[in-house]
């Protein structure tokens, strides 16, 4: 009985012991969760913190770095507005397929924008070009098309020190279309810095269609940059493009020169394309590989490689007993290329065959075929540089002119220096083609080489919308005189387009150097080229802008004048906008240079209106005066052009501040209204 009654006991006790350990182990877990409430809340106070933290740091970066920027902009965009570059920043690149220019570099830091790719038939756009340091951009390819491709553009120059030295590679030739046309030549490369850097390779020729000859390659920049190779003949009859020779080794760690391009292939009939050169140097360049000929007819080109097949060793021995006579005779084959001069020799290229052939590096073509181009000056280590060669006149049919090379650079002699060669002509364009570019010169440790004028459009060039070549840019000059731009082309017989003039040299101890006058369009239409903007004098005053190429008798407009070159005692004067023949308007003169320290350039006058119709040019904007301590006066605005018969007055440019401004063009005589003053 009394272990029937102690059962509840013992279980109440057990149940009482239960409730105690479940007490004590709420009360731990209760523990655990309040320790984890307060870390859990100094963990959200801290991220709180953190956040704010970085927030603060964001902000103030972000005012930092916006006051920067409000800064910069107050220092670039008057120097861009009287420019057209900033002082530090990058160029924008042109438009893909529209074939604009990249946009300039700032002044003192910036790389310059890549040229956009040529529309239809088009050359690519220009490179923009660098600052003092800074990358120069890639000129932009040339536009394929149903005719002839368009050229590549010249790859930008490099700035001066480090890697900003490298030049931009230089455009590919656009292929020609699938029946008639000619691939577009591959742009320069351009060149390195003035201390150190690379050139850059010279882009590749464009492959031609059914008939024609394949682009030739872009010639190599200096500091011993690659040449372009050459472009494919036409599928059924044409020759292949030479490739382009190798860059000068040149400056501080100057070594082998760049190595020249290989010539593209002929097709069915043709020949091969010649081996670009090897660059000069220390010791010189190799040699590119010559083109094959074509499966029919033709000879393989200069420095071709021995062939494997006795059938084509069999034609190649046959084309040169036809060819014995004609080459004893008049000094030119029938069939063939010419050869080029040596490397380093000075020796002009050989002309090409009479019927069928490419001339050699400076040659003349035959009836089809392309000029070559002119040599490169030589460039002396104690001496002052060579000249560079002439451009080959282009096939008395069709083919354009070969491009003028540029002069070679100067080297120190002792205490002095020595000038850079001068850059020569362009070759002159076949009946329908276009004028070859003229050289660069050649910079200097004295004097900087005049840059060569562009050659002459073909006489029926404007009717494929061909003119003259443009102007070759003026050398740099670090002690005496720098290079004065050359001249554009003057367009042919009937009409086309006159090339822009090159731009002047800048100077470190001096002047600038003067814009090259744009070239004039043909007699009875196009427009007039665009003159050279003047270089900049570091030390002294800007070179002045280029006048502005005429216009053609009608509907054609005149060429605008280049702006003046920057100044520290003065900025350089605009140039003077071309003037119209008959009915057209007034070229627009050119913006004066800006100074640092001095007085604005003047703006250049606007040209004058056509006799008949058309308005006057407007005048040119002053230069700024004193940007930096705004004691000195703006340059005065340019004045604008008169109207003829019937037409408005051209607008007087404003004046820089606070320079005069030009006075209003007058009004035709019979219908029209006189310019609007500028403002000061």
């Known amino acids: ?335 063939g290329n010419g050869t080029p001069g040596a490397a380093g020799s000075g020796t002009d290229g050989t002309p090409g065959g009479w019927l069928l052939g490419d001339g050699g590096a400076g040659g003349a073509a035959g009836l089809l075929g392309t000029g070559g181009t002119g040599g490169a000056g030589a460039r002396l280590a104690g001496g002052a540089g060579g000249t560079g060669g002439a451009g080959g006149a282009g096939g008395w049919l069709l083919g354009d002119g070969g491009g003028g090379r540029g002069g070679g650079g100067g080297g120190t002699a002792g205490g002095g220096g020595a000038s850079g060669g001068t850059g020569r002509t362009g070759g002159a364009g076949g009946l329908l083609s276009a004028g070859g570019a003229g050289g660069v010169g050649g910079a200097g440790f004295n004097d900087g080489g005049d840059g060569g004028a562009g050659g002459s459009g073909g006489p029926l060039g404007g009717l494929v919308g061909a003119g003259g070549g443009a102007g070759g840019n003026g050398g740099a000059g670090f002690g005496g005189t720098p290079g004065n731009g050359g001249a554009g082309g003057d367009a042919g017989l009937l009409g086309g387009p006159g090339g822009t003039g090159g731009a002047g040299g800048y100077n470190t101890s001096g002047p600038g150097g003067n814009g090259g006058s744009g070239g004039n369009a043909g007699t009875l239409f196009g427009s007039g080229g665009g003159g050279g903007n003047g270089g900049s004098g570091y030390s002294g005053i800007g070179g002045a802008g280029g006048t502005g190429g005429s216009a053609g008798l009608v509907f054609s407009d005149a060429g605008a004048g280049g702006f003046g070159g920057f100044g520290s005692t003065a900025g350089g004067t605009g140039g003077t906008g071309g003037n119209a023949v008959l009915l057209g308007g007034g070229g627009a003169g050119g913006a004066g240079g800006i100074s640092f320290t001095g007085a604005g350039g003047q703006g250049g006058a606007g040209g004058t209106g056509g006799q008949l119709s058309g308005n006057g040019g407007s005048g040119g904007t002053g230069g700024e005066g004193d940007y930096v301590g705004g004691a000195d006066s703006g340059g005065a605005g340019g004045a604008g052009g008169n109207a003829g018969l019937t037409g408005d007055g051209g607008n007087g440019g404003n004046g820089g501040t606070p320079g005069s401004p030009g006075g209003g063009g007058t009004g035709g005589a019979l219908i029209g209204r006189d310019g609007l003053d500028g403002s000061p």
């Open 1 to 335: 009985m009394s272990y029937v009654m102690a059962v509840p006991e013992i279980i109440a006790a057990a149940a009482a012991a239960e409730d105690e350990v479940s007490a004590a182990i709420a009360t731990v877990l209760s523990s655990h969760g309040q320790g984890y409430q307060v870390l859990s809340a100094r963990a959200l106070e801290f991220h709180t913190r953190l956040a704010q933290a970085l927030s603060a740091g964001a902000g103030a970066y972000s005012g930092a770095e916006a006051s920067s920027a409000g800064l910069l902009a107050a220092v670039n965009e008057p120097l861009a507005a009287l420019t057209g570059r900033p002082l530090i920043g990058n160029g924008a690149n042109g438009t893909p397929g529209l074939g604009t220019d990249g946009a300039p570099g700032g002044w003192l830091i910036g790389n310059g924008g890549a040229g956009g790719s040529g529309a239809a038939g088009s050359a690519g756009g220009a490179d923009g070009a660098a600052g003092l340091i800074g990358a120069g951009g890639a000129g932009g390819a040339g536009g394929s098309s149903t005719s002839a491709g368009g050229a590549g553009d010249v790859g930008g120059a490099g700035g001066l020190f480090g890697g900003g030295g490298l030049g931009g590679a230089g455009g590919a030739g656009g292929d020609a279309g699938l029946l008639f046309g000619s691939g577009g030549a591959g742009g320069a490369g351009g060149d390195a810095g003035l201390l150190f850097g690379s050139g850059g390779a010279g882009g590749a020729g464009g492959d031609a269609g059914l008939f024609g000859n394949g682009g030739v390659g872009g010639v190599g920049g200096v500091g011993a940059g690659d040449g372009g190779a050459g472009g494919r003949a036409g599928l059924v009859i044409g020759n292949g493009g030479a490739g382009g020779d190798g860059g000068e080794s040149f400056g501080f760690g100057a070594g082998v020169g760049g190595a020249g391009g290989n010539g593209g292939n002929g097709v069915l009939i043709g020949n091969g394309g010649n081996a670009g050169t090897g660059g000069t140097g220390l010791s010189t360049g190799s040699t590119g590989a010559g083109g094959i000929s074509g499966l029919l007819l033709g000879l393989d080109g200069f420095n071709a490689p021995a062939s494997t097949s006795a059938l084509h060793n069999l034609q190649q021995q046959a084309l040169g007993v036809i060819n014995e006579p004609t080459q004893a005779l008049t000094g030119r084959p029938l069939i």
